[in-house]
């Protein structure tokens, strides 16, 4: 049991590694860019000999171009080891969480209103009395 708790222990601990340097390779790439495009670079790794560029939208990608030969320098000088001498940019488009749909209800006829303000006259719960009119006044409204 002890060899295998190691070896998935020597796992995380390469994946921790793997994500600092991923996040290093990510804070030298926004600290060399103007404060407006710094967010939305949301990535930066490399392939062979290939710096990857990743930003949020086509938008931005475009501005990103101008800084290019510069985050190339940098990246050159920081990690002369990688050996990088082209860049890549990926456009990689952050969703925007789904809109909250609203519940479409029916409102209340004339009739129904008006037996629902009766009703809350008769109620002694205060929230329910105030639903009610609320309720009621929905009907009135659309009409």
């Not at 994500?19 to 670079?41: I, N, R, S």
């Not at 952050?94 to 303000?117: G, H, L, N």
Request: aromatic share 6%; charged share 25%.
């Amino acid at each position: 049991m002890k060899p295998l708790l190691n070896k998935q222990s020597g796992a995380l601990e390469n994946l921790i590694q793997e994500a600092q340097l991923f996040q290093a390779l990510l804070e030298v790439g926004q600290d060399c860019l103007p404060e407006e495009l710094k967010p939305h670079l949301i990535g930066v790794s490399f392939e062979q000999n290939t710096l990857i560029l990743q930003i949020d939208d086509n938008i931005w990608s475009t501005q990103l171009r101008f800084y290019e030969p510069n985050l190339m320098g940098i990246y050159q000088s920081h990690f002369p080891h990688l050996g990088l001498n082209k860049t890549k940019i990926q456009v990689i488009p952050i969703s925007a969480p789904p809109p909250v749909r609203r519940k479409v209800s029916t409102t209340p006829s004339y009739e129904d209103a008006q037996e629902m303000r009766e009703i809350g006259n008769k109620v002694k719960s205060e929230g329910l009395k105030a639903a009610l009119d609320r309720l009621s006044k929905r009907a009135v409204e659309s009409d």
